[in-house]
């Protein structure tokens, strides 16, 4: 199911060449620093990349699984929202980086 996604009851949907479709895992306003002190969104000191979670991915996207975490640039999206859910839709080459534990140490990583 890595092309295709069936977002809650709806109809299913097919993501076409490098999309990627993610999910921030939870709220984007607030964060915390390591130390638990919550930093409100106003307090933007420099430009921040996001993680979020792939939830589906087109047929051409050659180092992103679902269920994989991506790093990317939050100003670079463009967001959709899926039966009630709010999605945003990247491309391949707007993901800076992947989390995943099928990832090795040793590589270096695909150069786009």
Known sequence: MSDTTTADAGLPIRLL???VLV???GPEGERRSAAG???PATAEVAH??????AVAVGPHVRSIVTGDRVLF???DRSEVELHGRG???L???DVHAVAATRIEDSGTGLYL
């Open 23 to 25: 999910r921030i895992d």
């Open 17 to 19: 060449h490098d999309r």
């Open 48 to 53: 921040r990349l996001a993680w979020a979670t």
């Open 73 to 75: 640039d939050p100003d």
């Open 87 to 89: 999605y945003i839709l």
């Open 37 to 39: 002190i919550v930093i």
């Open 91 to 93: 491309r391949e080459r």
